[in-house]
C-alpha cells in the first residue's frame, strides 16, 4: 500500500480531528463547523485516527452544503474506489465490507441496477406490511412497560428485522447477526471493544455477515420463494447477475448502512419530541398529512452519519478553492445540516420546515442513500404507534457514542406508560 506523497501545507487551527473534539456532544461541535462554514470554505486538517498502520497527509474539511452536494454529484473528479472512510484505512478492505458503496460508475451502475431490480412493487409491498406488522409489536411491548432502557428496547430493533426479513435470515441466526451488525458499527468506541479486539474482531464480524447472505443466496438458488432474496439471485442487468459472495457483501453493506443509522434517527427524533411537546402536538393533529415533511426534520436534526470521504482524481476546484489529484475531501454531512445559509435557525428542531434539503441521506448523485424510502417507512411506521400509543414518556440523561463516524446514542433510560 503506497501513502500519498506528504504535501507542504498547513493545517488548519481549528481542530476536528482529536478525541477530545468527537467526545464533545454534537452542538458543541457544530461550535467550530459554523466557524469553518462562515471561514475560507476549505481547510486543511491532520488525518483521523486510524486502526490501521497506514499514513495519509491529512484531508480537506468541507462543511458547507453546497460544497459537499458538488463533490457527490461529480464522481468523475471524486473517485469512492479509493475509499469512503474519512479515517485511514486500507482501499482493499474498505472494497469487502461496502461493496458498491466504495465504486465508482459505471461498475457502480450496474450493482445498483441490479440490487434495485430486486425490489420488486410486489416485495416492496410484502417489505411494508412486515415493517407494520413489526411496528405495531414493538410498541405492543412497550405500552405501560415502566422503566425501560429506550434504545435495545425500542430504536434498535425496527431496523434489524427489517433487514432481516427483507433477506429471509432464519430467526435461529437472527441475534447472531445482530450482534455482528452492532459489533462492527461501534469500533471507534472503546466501551465496545478493546484494543486488542479492534482489528481481529470486526474481520470476524464481517465474515459472519458475509457468510450469512452466501447461505442465504444459495438456499434460495436451490429453494426459489416469493420474496426478496429470490429476485436478488435471479436479478440480471446487461448480462450480469449477482454471485453468492456479492450477496454476501451486501448483506455486510445493508447491516451497517440500514441498521445503525435508522436506530440512531428514532432515538434522536424521539428525544427531539420528547423535548419539545408543542411540536409533538403540531404532528399529532395530522399526522398523515405532516409526517412526511417531519421526517425529512428527524433525518436533517439526527444527522445519524456523520461524513464520507472521496479522494479528487485530478487537480480541481471546489468553489474556486484548488484541490490537487490525491487529495482527501471529508463531506461532513452534520454540518450541512445545520448551514446557516440553507436553514433557518438550524439549531431547532422545526417539523414546520417548508424547505429541508438536508443533506443526511448524502449529497446526491450516485450514492444517495438506496435505503432511503425503506428508513422513513420505519420511520413512519414506528412513530405512528409511539405518538398514538404511549401515554407518558419520560427520558433521563443520553449516553452518547463516541464516534467520528455515526451520531450516536448507546443507551437511554426511560419511563414509559
Ligand atoms: C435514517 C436512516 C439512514 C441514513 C441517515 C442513511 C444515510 C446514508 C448515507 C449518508 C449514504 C451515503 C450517500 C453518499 O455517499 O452520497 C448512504 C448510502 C447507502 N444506504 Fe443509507 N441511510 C439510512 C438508511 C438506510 C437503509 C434502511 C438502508 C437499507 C436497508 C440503506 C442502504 C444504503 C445503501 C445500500 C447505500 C449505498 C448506496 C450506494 O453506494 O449506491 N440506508 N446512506
Given at each position: 500500500m503506497t501513502a500519498a506523497p506528504v504535501k507542504a501545507r498547513e493545517y488548519s487551527?481549528?481542530?476536528?480531528?482529536s478525541d477530545d473534539f468527537w467526545s464533545r456532544p454534537f452542538a458543541v461541535r457544530d461550535e467550530t463547523f459554523a466557524q469553518l462554514r462562515a471561514g475560507q470554505g476549505l481547510t486543511w486538517h491532520q488525518p483521523l485516527e486510524s486502526m490501521f498502520p497506514i499514513e495519509e497527509p491529512g484531508f480537506w474539511a468541507l462543511t458547507r452544503r453546497a460544497d459537499i452536494a458538488f463533490v457527490s454529484q461529480h464522481p468523475e473528479l471524486f473517485t469512492s474506489a479509493q475509499g469512503v472512510a474519512l479515517s485511514p484505512m486500507p482501499a482493499e478492505i474498505q472494497r469487502f465490507a461496502s461493496f458498491f458503496l466504495s465504486m465508482d460508475p459505471p461498475q457502480h451502475t450496474v450493482y445498483r441496477r441490479l440490487i434495485s431490480s430486486a425490489f420488486t412493487p410486489r416485495n416492496v409491498r410484502q417489505i411494508e406490511q412486515q415493517i407494520h406488522d413489526n411496528a405495531v409489536a414493538i410498541v405492543d411491548d412497550l405500552v405501560g412497560a415502566g422503566d425501560v432502557e429506550f434504545v435495545s428496547a425500542c430504536s434498535a430493533k425496527l431496523p434489524m428485522r427489517t433487514i432481516m426479513d427483507m433477506l429471509g435470515v432464519p430467526a435461529a441466526d437472527q441475534p447472531d447477526v445482530a450482534y455482528a451488525a452492532d459489533k462492527l458499527f461501534g469500533i471507534s468506541d472503546e466501551e465496545y471493544v478493546s484494543d486488542d479486539e479492534r482489528v481481529g474482531d470486526p474481520v470476524a464480524q464481517i465474515a459472519l455477515l458475509s457468510n450469512t447472505g452466501i447461505e442465504l443466496a444459495k438456499f434460495r438458488r436451490a429453494h426459489p420463494g416469493d420474496d426478496l432474496m429470490t429476485s436478488m439471485v435471479n436479478a440480471e442487468v446487461d448480462g450480469h447477475k449477482l454471485t453468492d459472495e456479492e450477496i454476501g457483501a451486501f448483506l455486510i453493506l445493508l447491516a451497517s448502512a440500514g441498521n445503525d443509522t435508522t436506530k440512531q434517527a428514532t432515538t434522536h427524533a424521539m428525544m427531539a419530541l420528547v423535548e419539545n411537546p408543542e411540536q409533538r402536538e403540531w404532528l399529532m393533529e395530522d399526522f398523515d398529512g405532516r409526517i412526511g415533511p417531519a421526517i425529512e426534520e428527524f433525518i436533517r436534526w439526527a444527522s445519524p452519519v456523520i461524513q464520507f470521504a472521496r479522494f479528487a482524481t485530478v487537480d480541481t476546484e471546489i468553489n474556486g478553492h484548488p484541490v490537487s489529484a490525491g487529495d482527501k475531501v471529508g463531506l461532513f454531512y452534520c454540518s450541512a445540516n445545520r448551514d446557516e445559509t440553507v436553514f433557518d435557525n438550524p439549531g431547532i428542531f422545526d417539523l414546520r420546515r417548508e424547505s429541508n434539503p438536508h443533506l443526511g441521506f448524502g449529497g446526491g448523485g450516485p450514492h444517495f442513500c438506496l435505503g432511503s424510502q425503506l428508513a422513513k417507512t420505519e420511520l413512519r411506521n414506528l412513530f405512528r404507534e409511539l405518538l398514538s400509543r404511549l401515554k407518558i414518556v419520560e427520558f433521563g440523561e443520553p449516553d452518547l457514542l463516541f464516534s467520528s463516524f455515526a451520531h450516536g446514542v448507546k443507551r437511554l433510560p426511560a419511563h414509559i406508560q
Open positions: 487551527s481549528f481542530d476536528i480531528t
